[in-house]
């Protein structure tokens, strides 16, 4: 009998019709790396032109309020407390749109509702891995990552999506609390909280069958070949992603059951064309239209609609 792989948790980036890598945030936290890009976009879109954005401030944040808003002076100081990390998450994430996304409007009003909008997102989505104790959340290890994304951002950068979906990487700034080899159980198929709690640059691998039978252990990256159940799990510097096709059989004895098939392996991420459910089977880490496609500023930068 063959089981059919768990439902990926929530830091494995979730699909929609577009695969923005700030939208990666937002699944994880304030993005999505894999929003899949479809009809909408962030308030203040337009159909075509530049952003208009104006010089970055030293800091990285938006020019002209650099210094005076909380969530830059949480940056300048060197750390980001857990109730500023939406704030400055959400500023770096408008300032993309507004510098990098052809199809944003940079009006004051579309800044603000921008703003508004993804720090609800982040509030809602990664405030419970940030609270969570299990994670480690490390206010100095926050504000390099801030400054990483608003370095990306005053250039366009698009290997934002690689930074988005590292361990070492937007997940950086959860430092983890369980050593190596560790037990890291999911409460739920929910608990990201849980995959980040392994000490970096370790993840935590989950098994199991249902929410009642889940474990996790705290392990490196996964290479290929190795058996996997989320994206996380597998190297991104190997360019890997979680194939749930080529299942790993396992064994559960608490009820008798034998060789289900509760993991996938971890292999190649898919080239330009392939078609995808989540940003991070691809090489491009955008999957558009169900389709992985080449990078672009729209496609990293765009964001979704509130």
Request: net charge neutral; aromatic share 2%.
């Amino acid at each position: 009998m063959t089981a059919r792989p768990l439902r990926p948790l929530r830091p494995t980036v979730a699909t929609t019709t577009r695969s923005a890598t700030v939208g990666w945030l937002v699944t994880l936290a304030l993005y999505a790396g894999c929003v899949d890009t479809g009809a909408t976009t962030s308030p203040g879109a337009r159909s075509s032109g530049g952003s208009g954005a104006a010089p970055a401030s030293p800091t990285g944040g938006t020019g002209g309020r650099a210094g005076g808003d909380p969530a830059s002076q949480s940056l300048a100081s060197g750390v980001i407390s857990p109730d500023r990390i939406c704030a400055a998450l959400a500023q770096a994430a408008c300032e993309g749109a507004k510098r990098c996304c052809s199809t944003f409007t940079p009006t004051d009003a579309a800044i603000a509702d921008c703003t508004s909008a993804q720090t609800a997102r982040c509030q809602t989505q990664m405030m419970p891995l940030v609270s969570d104790p299990r994670s480690g959340y490390d206010a100095h290890a926050a504000a390099t990552v801030v400054a990483s994304f608003n370095a990306s951002v005053a250039t366009c950068d698009l290997r934002l999506v690689e930074f988005a979906s590292a361990r070492d990487g937007l997940l950086g700034m959860f430092a983890g609390t369980v050593a190596s080899a560790g037990a890291c159980p999911p409460a739920d198929l929910n608990d990201g909280a849980a995959v980040v709690s392994c000490a970096t640059p370790g993840i935590c691998h989950i098994a199991g069958v249902g929410n009642a039978r889940l474990t996790g252990t705290c392990g490196s990256l996964r290479p290929a070949a190795d058996p996997c159940l989320l994206d996380t799990e597998c190297d991104p510097a190997r360019s890997l992603r979680c194939d749930f096709n080529s299942p790993v059989p396992g064994t559960i004895s608490s009820r008798g059951e034998e060789a289900l098939g509760l993991h996938g392996h971890c292999v190649a991420r898919l080239a330009d064309g392939a078609a995808c459910a989540r940003a991070t089977e691809c090489s491009s880490l955008v999957c558009e239209n169900k389709h992985c496609v080449p990078r672009t500023p729209d496609r990293v930068y765009c964001l979704p609609a509130s």
